[in-house]
């Protein structure tokens, strides 16, 4: 199949990249590099199956696709913050341009929502069938609202045009290939410990994540298209949870890092607590997080050590 892979030079999406490469499919991948780089793909490049378009999702795009994965949007709360108004317009304006696009071609599209979506959720964990505690008009509500946006479209699309879609809930996820500045607590933490530097830990580290390696969800991502008849919206994400506090001392246990935690001021509307209700993704995709956290910590030192992160 000729896939199309929005976002494909990002973190998630260079992952998605190579295992449908893996997987015998000619891959479009599509990005304007805003925060993904050449480098995540570079073992891609010289593949006759594998297509790199430098293209901005705003504006309309014309190809001829069997399949759509939508990821083109910024994760990283420093990134997505940089210019909120771009942020939003990528997930509106470009969902719009990609929904045209799976409707003109009839290809299956599938979102790559997020957690964010339950804003700093007051039900916890978080299932599916919860609508969220979202601030309309706050820092955050850029990325937050957009994707909401999104999957209004998305099901919008769905029900007035017959496009054929999926929605996925996107919970923390880490791994190799994150981008070393975006400012997320894995990478801050690994490279802060890597170079002896003081670990930043915002507000009290109460605060809870649940982390989900990238090979894990990548299957998810690709089970959710594979699955028809099943349009979600269904969370992905390890359940298992832990503090910020705790996930610092453990970086710094792994890394043998001689690195202080000291805390910094916590960024408003920073959601209190996050962990996946992943019952509908066992029950209708088989699907569940195989790595565990340690495991998944040590491959991800590992590519920032290969970086020279460590001083
Ligand atoms: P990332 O920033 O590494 O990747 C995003 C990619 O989209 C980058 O390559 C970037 O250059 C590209 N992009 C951004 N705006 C674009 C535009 N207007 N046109 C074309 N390309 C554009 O982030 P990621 O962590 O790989 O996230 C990928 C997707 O998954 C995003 O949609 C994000 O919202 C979602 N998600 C990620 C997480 C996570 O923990 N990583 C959690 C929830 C949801
Ligand atoms: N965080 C932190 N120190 C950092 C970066 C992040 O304590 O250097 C905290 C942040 O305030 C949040 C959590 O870690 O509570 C996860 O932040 P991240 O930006 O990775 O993801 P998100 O908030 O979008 O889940």
């Known amino acids: 199949m000729r896939v199309l892979v929005t ?18 499919h000619e891959v479009l991948c599509l990005d304007n590099f805003f925060t993904g780089s050449k480098n995540n793909i570079l073992a891609l490049l010289g593949n ?17 696709v069997d399949q759509i994965y939508h990821l083109a949007c910024p994760a990283s709360p420093v ?6 108004v771009k942020t939003i317009k990528t997930s509106v304006m470009g969902t719009i341009n990609m929904l045209g696009l799976a409707k003109r071609v009839r290809a299956p599209i599938l979102l790559a929502s997020t957690s964010e979506i339950y804003g700093d959720p007051q039900v916890h964990p978080q299932p599916e069938t919860y609508w969220g505690n979202v601030n309309p008009i706050g820092i955050r509500s850029c990325y937050d609202e957009g994707k909401r946006v999104a999957e209004t479209l998305m099901m919008d699309y769905h029900r007035q045009n017959g496009v054929d879609i999926r929605i996925v809930r996107i919970f923390n996820t880490f791994g190799p290939r994150m981008a070393e500045h975006d400012g997320r607590v894995v990478s801050n933490f690994i490279v802060q410990a890597l170079k002896g530097e003081d670990i930043t830990v915002y507000g009290d580290g109460s605060q809870t994540r649940s982390f989900c390696y990238v090979s ?5 991502l690709v089970r959710m298209m594979s699955c028809n008849g099943f349009i979600g919206p269904v969370n992905l994400g390890n359940p298992v949870e832990t503090t910020i506090i705790e996930f610092a001392r453990r970086i710094i246990a792994l890394t043998g890092s001689h690195s202080q935690i000291v805390y910094k001021p916590l960024p408003s509307d920073d959601p209190q607590q996050r962990q996946p209700d992943i019952t509908l993704a066992r029950t209708t995709l088989g699907w569940e997080p195989l790595v565990p ?11 920032f050590s290969g970086l020279g992160a460590a001083s």
């Open 79 to 84: 990134h997505y913050q940089y210019n909120p």
């Open 216 to 220: 894990d969800l990548v299957e998810g």
């Open 293 to 303: 956290l340690e495991a998944g910590l040590k491959k991800t030192v590992d590519y």
């Open 48 to 64: 006759p199956r594998f297509e790199l378009i430098r293209h901005d999702i705003t504006e309309p795009i014309l190809l001829e």
């Open 7 to 24: 976002g494909g030079a990002g973190f998630i999406g260079s992952h998605l990249c190579a295992r449908l490469m893996n997987d015998g």
